[in-house]
């Protein structure tokens, strides 16, 4: 087997050390090509080559969930398809790693290589859907390019905390959930529209939801970890299904505390409910305009103002090591 192995130097849970041992202990499994990445985009440069050659088998990326996404945006440059696209493999090496945590493999690096060479002695991986997102045709956005994610995207309050701890981080902060939770507050009390919403969601053959303060769409659950305690704002995700959209109404003080209780006690059984709260199931298609620019993420990825996205669930994208 030929394996690119693309390496995030920044990954902020391992070492230089660490990744020299994993990169070893790939090395003696397969015939690998290691490239550490040098500028934004660099991995999704490396996924496209590997797409594009004709004998590379498994592209393995080391990093965080940042890294992940750009890998599959390479690999996905010209569009699904699994049966000829090179696997994909993840070594978790970034804070959080929804990713490879929604794929059930370990949170620690060394682990999770050991798991990895496992699963290609045995020939696991599975094949699971992605989602994409793009620009709304006859909208000002309709030139934004389309864009994979894995796990999560979302438009308006969680993509301004995510933009809040970017800015943090590029002036020295480290990525931990505590500046999370700090940036939530801060977002909460500067946001311009938590009392009557902008966003209006619009799907094939149903009527509009209107007046949404914050809308997160998962492709899998749970969404996200605060350590290691998952938080399920979509419980029915899977990778294995179309789309889902946990979307609010409401952000008044007393809501927000009902919800984000609701979100850190929440279970595979139940997420965030209530009569302010919209939570659709196994959608592949719909969009989501705004009155107003809102903020855009994707998979923990700032990636500025948007008024209008239309999203697509794609069912069967990327195989994947398991």
């Known amino acids: 087997m030929r394996a690119l192995l693309v390496v995030n130097p920044a990954a902020t849970t391992t070492s230089a050390r660490t990744r020299d041992v994993l990169t070893h202990a790939l090395a ?18 490396l996924g496209r080559q590997a797409a594009e050659s004709e004998d590379i088998d498994l592209v393995v990326a080391l990093g965080g969930d940042g890294t992940v996404n750009e890998v599959v945006n390479g690999l996905l440059h010209n569009g699904p398809d699994p049966d000829h696209l090179p696997r994909l493999a993840v070594v978790p090496g970034g804070s959080t790693n929804v990713f490879a945590r929604a794929l059930g493999l370990p949170n620690d690096a060394v682990e999770a290589t ?13 094949t ?59 977002q909460f009390l500067d946001e311009p529209h938590r009392r009557h919403g902008t966003i209006t969601l619009e799907q094939p053959g149903q009527d509009p939801v209107t007046d949404l303060v914050l809308s997160i769409i998962c492709n899998t659950s749970p969404w996200t970890f605060l350590g290691n305690r998952p938080v399920y704002a979509s419980p029915k995700a899977s990778f294995d299904t179309g789309l889902d959209v946990l979307g609010l109404s409401r952000m ?15 279970s595979p059984e139940r997420g965030p409910h209530g009569k302010h709260a919209l939570s659709l199931h196994d959608l592949t298609d719909f969009t989501l305009h705004s009155k107003a620019p809102l903020p855009l993420q994707m998979d923990g990825d700032h990636l500025g103002l948007r008024t209008s996205v239309t999203f697509t669930g794609v069912r069967r994208a990327l195989r994947v090591i398991v």
């Not at 050991?114 to 599975?126: M, N, V």
């Not at 308006?156 to 959930?177: L, M, P, Y």
């Open 252 to 266: 008044s003080t007393p809501s927000v505390a009902r919800y984000a209780t609701q979100l850190l006690t929440s």
């Open 114 to 126: 050991g798991a990895l060479l496992d699963a290609l002695r045995e020939s696991r991986e599975r």
């Open 128 to 186: 699971i859907g992605l989602g994409l997102a793009a620009g709304t045709p006859g909208t000002e956005d309709e030139s934004v390019p389309a864009r994979w994610f894995t796990f999560c995207a979302g438009l308006g309050f969680d993509a301004g905390v995510i933009g809040r701890v970017e800015q943090q981080r590029e002036r020295g902060k480290r990525s931990t959930h505590a500046l999370y939770l700090r940036q939530v507050v801060r």
């Open 28 to 45: 003696s499994e397969m015939k690998l090509e290691a490239v550490t990445t040098e500028y934004r985009g660099h991995a999704r440069d």
